[in-house]
């Protein structure tokens, strides 16, 4: 029997958060590498799929329907799996908290990642250094406030591990080669850490390949 979804994804990228959930909730699905490098995103076969020519893309293989935006994804898949509890239930103390870090990881955080990676293709060439600039200041301006919000607490949202942090964490190794990495701020670093010892981010790091963060904390010696 088919499994219940379809992943189509690219090693790291926006996909990597819904490919994380998938293992950690034990959900069923296969996965199918789009490869970016050579334009396989912008084939006629793919856009009908997914028309914004982007990963990741999710089908639901009973109806056949394709849809995409991870943020989006995780909040689906939260609520297609309740007994997984990936998000607060609608009469919890924690849900306002939850509604509002989403949305502002995935229209602060998640656009000016964007900016940053792709301000000469997405912008203009001559324009790209301002954009990168903006969206740097925008960028650590969430690490600030994101660093606020895990104090003293080893998820974004309550007690447990939500989509939330599925979505921060793979935002948080976006940034691990800028200026200020995100895992520098002092209660992100230990977030992070925590988040990415569990058994499921080694298994979607082994099955896209992927190594080298977040960089081991430095020994220190009396
Ligand atoms: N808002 C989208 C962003 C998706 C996105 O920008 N995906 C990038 C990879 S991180 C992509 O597919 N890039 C290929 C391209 O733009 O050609 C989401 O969260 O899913």
Redesign the pocket.
């Known amino acids: 029997m088919d499994p219940p979804y379809t992943l189509y994804y690219?090693p790291g990228?926006?996909?990597l958060a819904v490919h994380w959930l998938l293992i950690e909730s034990n959900i069923p699905f296969s996965a199918i590498p789009?490869d970016?490098a050579s334009?396989a995103?912008?084939t006629a076969a793919y856009r009908q799929l997914n028309p914004?020519?982007?990963?990741?893309t999710l089908v639901i293989n009973a109806s056949g329907e394709a849809r995409?935006?991870?943020?989006a994804?995780l909040m689906l898949l939260a609520e297609r799996h309740p007994d997984r509890a990936l998000m607060p239930a609608v009469d919890s103390p924690d849900r306002a908290l939850w509604l509002e870090t989403m949305i502002y990881l995935?229209n602060t955080l998640?656009?000016a990642m964007?900016d940053w990676?792709?301000a000469a293709?997405d912008g203009s060439a001559d324009g790209a250094a301002a954009v990168r600039d903006l969206a740097r200041r925008r960028i650590e301006g969430a690490w600030d406030r994101l660093d606020g919000q895990v104090q003293g607490g080893g998820y974004l949202v309550g007690t447990s591990l939500s989509t939330a942090d599925f979505l921060a964490v793979m935002l948080m190794r976006?940034a691990r080669d800028m200026p200020r990495p995100a895992t520098s701020w002092p209660s992100l670093g230990p977030y992070a850490r925590q988040l990415t010892e569990l058994p499921s981010f080694r298994e979607v790091c082994r099955r896209e390949g992927l190594a080298g963060w977040p960089p081991v904390s430095p020994i220190t010696t009396a």
Do not use: C, D, I, K
Not at 52 to 56: A, D, E, I, K, S
């Open positions: 690219a990228t926006a996909s789009v970016l334009g995103q912008h914004t020519g982007r990963v990741p995409s935006e991870s943020s994804l995935a998640l656009p964007r990676f792709y293709t976006w």
